[in-house]
């Protein structure tokens, strides 16, 4: 039987909730690791956070010393405590991370997390969830086949680190409706003979008898012709 194994290399800290998908993700710092028991570096775009909290442009790798390595390089709660301190301070577009989340909870547009609540995702996923996942994003009306979608997804898991976004709906479970009156199901005989009920009603009328004269034989028979004589 195959072993799998699954190493979390990177981590996402953002003051603004995933929940808010694209707009969260320009104020976001990566916590990735480099190697080593306690080689984690604190990364935004091309720059990486010093032990100090200045943001430091790598030098190419060939060129970088033991001093500058160790003033960028952390174990990972270290990493975790100084991305957390520097996330408020990112700033796109002339705003800060801060000031866009008051102005978010002023606004109503997030709601105040509780006292003790986590934002962070879960690191990573079961091969049975990003299959759910894989499944979901299918375009209709494509359909993947369950056994394609959990080789697909153990394939994933073995190459990439990935996390959910607990309030997608997708994870949400299903409100089941209550089970309403259900029909009784029809004999498959009295169907049939609904149908040539039916099919009789739209027949064309019987022709009149011979025996009736040409005057009556003109007009529609509404009612049943009456037998001619012997």
Not at 57 to 67: H, K, L, N
Not at 81 to 109: C, F, M, N, Y
Not at 218 to 224: A, F, H, L, V
């Amino acid at each position: 039987m195959s072993t799998f194994y699954v190493d979390p290399r990177k981590y996402v800290v953002n003051l603004i909730p995933n929940s808010l998908g694209f707009f969260a993700q320009p104020f976001e710092i990566s916590v990735e690791w480099r190697g080593g028991d306690a080689r984690w570096a604190v990364v935004r775009h091309d720059q990486y956070l010093s032990s100090d909290g200045v943001w430091d442009d790598a030098p190419r790798a060939s060129e970088r010393e033991d001093g500058w390595l160790d003033a960028h390089r952390f174990d990972l709660d270290t990493a975790f405590r100084l991305a957390k301190e520097a996330a408020p301070h990112v700033t796109v577009k002339g705003r800060t991370a801060a000031e866009v989340l008051a102005r978010l909870l002023a606004t109503g547009r997030i709601a105040q997390p509780a006292a003790g609540q986590d934002e962070t995702p879960d690191a990573t996923v079961t091969a049975r969830d990003l299959a759910h996942a894989l499944d979901n994003s299918t375009p209709y009306p494509i359909k993947l086949d369950g056994d394609l979608c959990r080789f697909m997804a153990e394939r994933l898991l073995e190459m990439l680190t990935i996390g959910k976004r607990p309030e997608h709906l997708v994870w949400q479970p299903e409100e089941q409706s209550e089970p309403g009156e259900q029909p009784e199901p029809q004999d498959p005989a009295e169907l049939r003979r609904m149908a040539d009920e039916a099919a009789g009603e739209d027949a064309a009328p019987p022709p009149p008898p011979a025996c009736w004269p040409a005057w009556r034989r003109s007009g529609p028979i509404t009612s049943p012709a009456p037998p001619c004589p012997a």
